[in-house]
């Protein structure tokens, strides 16, 4: 199919996007890499009055480390996030679950700030960014605003994003000496949606685990940190974790169910922690 | 799709190295654009929706779904199509191996494939076979198979470093 009819907006500054996006309302739509719009606007599961391309605002792709903080611009392609040493560096949980996000001609035109605005339950950028407890920088044509990943994502395809706003980019807090990060999913095909996924961040204290931080992706209908399964992964090792992991609000589905999701979800926390590197 | 009153802009980019001007429907998808506009029927349109990748075209030097991208964002920008990419020789070693690995049945699917192996080779010039399953996850095959395929992408991996 063909999308329906929009009108079309290129804004060649941040603030011409915002005073437009002010005045679209519910009505405009952020065009950044498309990867996840563009098929809705083909099956005319979304039409948008007006699409606002954001791909003319320069510095909206930057990366930067400075500070113990790695900031990444919301329209930075996937691919450009994989390929960059300073993620590597600061976040490498990144890096190691980017292979899993798609194929390589959608990561060479998806962008991260697309993933976390969409909200897919499935996908795997939410679940890391809420792992590494990162902060997510709005603007609107009223001015700038924080939130904080843990309190971002509200449901499936829900965020704290108010209408008139857009993402500017994220920050995340770089790795700290000591600990070390692991990704895992499970999907039918490679890059295809996760059934489950688990992001995770370790600090051992010799063979003990010291702190740890865990979110998920595929199970849940929105990602968290799993403060529960974290508390009992120090204190009682990932036995204790996984039994606490029983008690996620899984999604159903015809075909993965909530007790699939759970089962699977267990078995990722497991290679997580022998895997992490 | 074009109707009288169809909302629709300009644009001026590059394709296949010649500088053109044109003037398309706002909501035109690129691969359409490239078919119906410009008369490049060498990318194919399967899906619309971003899981085949047989509309694969590049721009600015990265390949991408010409389903999923607008003509208009072609504005300013570099395009090559797979006719491109075979005038310039630029695929040459990889469609030899297709066609001597018959990696290809209908052909479908191929010109999507030759531009994902080709943007991989020339970042990995020597590609385990799971490395071309991954670079290839998003390219979909109705006949060949991806046996065949894999076999082709490494032999000509082969052939360029020879
Ligand atoms: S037609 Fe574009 S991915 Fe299938
Ligand atoms: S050769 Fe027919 S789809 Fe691949």
Redesign the interface.
């Known amino acids: 199919m063909k999308p329906a009819r929009f009108d079309y907006a290129r804004p060649e500054t941040l603030s011409d996007a915002l005073a437009i996006l002010a005045d679209g309302g519910a009505e405009a739509s952020v065009l950044a890499g498309g990867q996840s719009l563009m098929p809705m606007l083909n099956l005319r599961m979304a039409r948008p009055g007006m699409l606002v391309d954001i791909n003319r605002i320069p510095g909206l792709d930057a990366i930067a480390l400075a500070d113990g903080v790695l900031s990444i611009g919301a329209r930075a392609r996937h691919a450009e996030v994989l390929a960059s040493p300073l993620v590597r560096q600061a976040a490498p949980l990144l890096a190691q679950a980017l292979h899993h996000v798609a194929h390589p001609a959608i990561r060479n035109r998806g962008t991260l700030g697309g993933s976390l605005a969409l909200a897919d339950p499935a996908a795997e950028m939410p679940a890391c960014v809420t792992c590494l407890g990162a902060t997510i920088v709005l603007a609107s044509a009223s001015g700038k605003r924080r939130v904080a990943a843990e309190k971002f994502f509200l449901g499936v395809y829900a965020t704290a994003i108010e209408p008139g706003e857009l993402i500017l980019h994220v920050e995340i807090p770089a790795i700290r000496p000591g600990w070390t990060h692991a990704f895992q999913e499970v999907s039918r095909r490679h890059g295809d949606y996760a059934m489950a996924g688990l992001a995770l961040a370790l600090r051992r204290d010799g063979s003990r685990v010291a702190e740890a931080r865990i979110a998920l992706c595929g199970v849940e209908s929105a990602t968290r940190r799993q403060a529960e399964a974290e508390a009992a992964l120090v204190s009682g090792g990932v036995g204790a974790a996984c039994q606490m992991l029983g008690g996620l609000d899984a999604m159903g589905g015809d075909e993965v169910t909530a007790a699939h999701r759970i089962h699977l979800a267990r078995v990722l926390l497991r290679r997580a922690v022998g895997t992490e590197d | 799709?074009e109707l009288p009153d169809?909302?629709t802009?300009d644009i001026a980019l590059t394709l296949n190295g010649e500088a053109i001007r044109a003037r398309v429907p706002?909501?035109?998808?690129l691969v359409?654009w490239l078919r119906h506009g410009a008369g490049l029927t060498g990318s194919h349109v399967g899906c619309?929706?971003?899981v085949c990748?047989a509309c694969?075209v590049q721009v600015d030097g990265?390949?991408?779904?010409g389903?999923?991208?607008?003509a208009?964002?072609a504005d300013g920008a570099a395009v090559e199509t797979i006719e491109g990419a075979t005038s310039s020789g630029r695929i040459r070693a990889l469609q030899d191996a297709f066609f001597n690995r018959a990696a290809l049945q209908c052909g479908f699917c191929t010109p999507g494939m030759l531009l994902?192996a080709a943007?991989?080779l020339e970042r990995n010039p020597d590609p385990s076979r799971a490395e071309i399953?991954?670079?290839l996850?998003?390219?979909y095959c109705r006949c060949t198979g991806y046996h065949a395929i894999v076999d082709a992408v490494q032999a000509a991996a082969a052939s360029l470093r020879a």
């Open positions: 799709m169809e909302p802009a706002l909501r035109q998808n359409d619309e929706h971003g990748g694969h990265v390949v991408v779904r389903c999923l991208m607008l208009v964002q994902q943007e991989l399953r991954e670079a996850s998003g390219n």
